[in-house]
């Protein structure tokens, strides 16, 4: 079956320092696989995706991801985190491209130390 | 484009009590979801249209709960009667191609 995993629940660092987000996906074929980000109150936005191509993925607010296909991982990245980062984040795979039905990781938080 | 919005963003109601909530999906958008989260469980998908017709309600808890979706502008879902343990955020969110928005959610709180 499907599944999301995202192993860490809470991860703090310190601003101006680099971030490394993991996500492990377990899917059958090749997937379509989503960052999203939740600030306290709001909805999800969409960070960055990937369909196919480059496996390096550049979204907003300077965000990048990679697709390692040997790992089943979609790791999100950020050379230098703001305060304003702190917010839940979110890996999602879709399912089928057909239906559109995304599975969700149970998300981390993250805080940002002054 | 305002993106997807959702009506009302906050709902306190007591136990019992019948609670609609509505969202409005991106214009052009042919795909609507409504979600569910909670501390607990996540983030819940609940039920999905893809033009106007419902696909899968597999996640719907109980049958307290429909959702309708009469017109590609519009869906409401409906709980009836609500219980303390249906508090949690709903959000709509709609997809076009292979990308879903979300709105903002409703809070709704039970008591």
């Known amino acids: 079956a499907q599944s999301v995993t995202q192993p860490d629940i809470h991860i703090t660092v310190s601003e101006g320092a680099s971030l490394e987000l993991r996500c492990n996906y377990s899917?059958?074929?090749?997937?379509?696989l989503f960052w999203y980000v939740q600030s306290p109150g709001q909805g999800l936005q969409l960070l960055l995706k990937?369909?196919?191509?480059?496996?390096l993925v550049q979204g907003i607010k300077g965000f990048e991801a990679e697709f390692k296909r040997s790992q089943s991982s979609f790791n999100l990245r950020k050379p230098s985190v703001h305060w304003s980062d702190a917010a839940e984040y979110f890996c999602a795979v879709g399912v089928l491209s057909n239906t559109g039905k995304l599975i969700f990781g149970q998300g981390t938080t993250l805080q940002v130390k002054p | 484009d305002a993106g997807v919005i959702q009506s009302p963003r906050h709902e306190v109601t007591e136990m019992g009590q019948e609670v609609t909530l509505r969202c409005k999906p991106i214009?052009?958008?042919?795909?609507l979801f409504w979600y569910r989260q909670t501390m607990m469980r996540g983030l819940e998908l609940l039920i999905y249209?893809?033009?106007?017709?419902?696909?899968?309600d597999s996640g719907m808890p109980e049958d307290r709960f429909s959702a309708k979706m009469p017109n590609a502008s519009f869906s409401t879902l409906k709980i009836q009667p609500s219980e303390p343990r249906d508090s949690a955020v709903y959000f709509c969110?709609?997809?076009?191609?292979?990308?879903?928005?979300f709105g903002p959610g409703t809070r709704l709180t039970v008591l």
């Open positions: 969110a709609s997809r076009i191609t292979d990308t879903q928005y």
């Open positions: 249209f893809n033009n106007n017709v419902p696909i899968d």
């Open positions: 990937y369909f196919s191509g480059d496996t």
């Open positions: 214009s052009g958008h042919n795909s």
């Open positions: 899917y059958g074929a090749t997937p379509y």
